[in-house]
């Protein structure tokens, strides 16, 4: 679909037979090999001679992974002809520092997530277009009530407004298909059970913190066989997939953000009903989860934050152009204990980063009126969510 978009961009400005699509998820063109691209790739010159070494021809290639050794073909391209070549795949044999090397640094990769926040209430025609201190009382109703939505549902695109139980197989078959495509065929993984009550243990309990050798005991407890090196390459299979996300403590000591646990995350917030079958609304940790991802999307380099007197701050993010960071993120803040917990952690972390931005995101307003504090700025997660612009 992206690709389309690109597409179709590319031929608002040049003549459409300079923008050439082609996807090789097509049946017509299964099997096709590294020779026929340049046969492909001819054909095309021979009907329009007169762009060859004169005219820019762009060239869009779907699901490219499917022929094996196009990164040949793409770099030969790119050296001899007047062209701009985009790829794309949904697989992880397209990870971006593979690409990079087998194109020798001249590629440019670009992550295609679930939908942000914004994207959702865009998708459904109801992005704001005014900035929160504006919003009507209905529109800013009208903007929680789709961000619990989307707390729940997620942000794939296929899953958007169809009924819960559709979604949760949905989103269930995607991670099968990661499972078997991304995994389990590109690393010949092949204790599958083991694999499996991995996933389903990571994405149970998002923003855990895990570590290989607690995973290696609890596997272990439910029978399987696996060794300690093998769960540490199916956590990293997993990362690579774009399944998981994993935030390691902020430290600058090397030794010490690897011997100490990371917390994973799934994709996409969706993710999480969709295996939890214990019936608990688990908005907490799918707030954390979107928190994460928009920050990813950001740009940004994210650690948690562990004080000296053992409090913990969620995230550390920082950006080249924006500074640092804190952000704690808490759905409830009725418990009293609760509130001076959270601000307490944030305050000592300061301390660590005192140039850092304070942040405490909450789920609505409610929220935000029970945690004023001096030098934290409290507010809603969908203001801070929907303050960036795509763009941004």
Not at 101 to 106: H, I, K, M, N, P
Not at 208 to 222: E, I, N, P, V
Request: with cysteine; aromatic share 8%.
């Amino acid at each position: 679909m992206f690709l389309r978009q690109l597409l179709d961009e590319r031929r608002q400005s040049v003549s459409a037979g300079r923008a050439v699509y082609l996807s090789f998820d097509d049946d017509r063109l299964a099997g096709v090999e590294l020779e026929q691209l340049s046969f492909l790739l001819e054909e095309y010159y021979r009907r329009h001679p007169v762009w060859r070494g004169r005219e820019t021809v762009s060239w869009f290639l779907d699901e490219i992974q499917l022929v094996p050794g196009w990164e040949r073909f793409v770099r030969r391209v790119l050296d001899t002809e007047k062209a701009e070549i985009v790829v794309s795949g949904s697989s992880a044999r397209m990870l971006s520092r593979e690409v990079h090397t087998s194109l020798r640094g001249r590629g440019l990769a670009t992550v295609i997530r679930p939908f942000s926040f914004r994207e959702f209430l865009r998708h459904r025609g109801e992005e704001p277009k005014l900035e929160a201190r504006r919003w009507t009382p209905a529109g800013r109703s009208l903007v929680e009530k789709r961000f619990r939505e989307f707390l729940v549902e997620g942000g794939f695109p296929e899953a958007q407004g169809v009924p819960a139980t559709l979604g949760i197989e949905l989103l269930q078959g995607y991670v099968d298909t990661v499972l078997f495509r991304d995994v389990v065929e590109r690393y010949a993984v092949s204790q599958m059970a083991a694999l499996r009550w991995l996933v389903r243990q990571c994405l149970r309990n998002p923003a855990g913190s895990f570590s290989a050798h607690r995973l290696h005991r609890d596997l272990k407890a439910q029978g399987h066989g696996v060794a300690k090196d093998a769960v540490h390459a199916m956590l990293g299979y997993l990362l690579d997939a774009f399944l998981l996300s994993a935030v390691p403590l902020s430290t600058d000591s090397e030794r010490q953000r690897n011997s100490n646990p990371r917390k994973l995350y799934p994709a996409d917030p969706g993710l999480i009903k969709a295996f939890d079958a214990s019936g608990r609304s688990n908005l907490s940790h799918a707030l954390e989860t979107a928190v994460l991802n928009e920050l990813d999307r950001r740009g940004a380099e994210v650690g948690y934050v562990k004080t000296g007197d053992g409090l913990e701050v969620d995230f550390l993010a920082r950006r080249p152009t924006a500074g640092e960071e804190l952000i704690q993120v808490c759905a409830d803040l009725s418990d009293p204990e609760t509130r001076r917990r959270e601000l307490r952690a944030l305050t000592a972390a300061a301390k660590e980063h005192p140039r850092a931005t304070r942040r405490l995101l909450v789920l609505d307003r409610d929220a935000r009126g029970q945690a004023e504090a001096s030098g934290i700025e409290v507010l809603p997660a969908y203001e801070w969510l929907l303050a960036a612009t795509d763009e941004e």
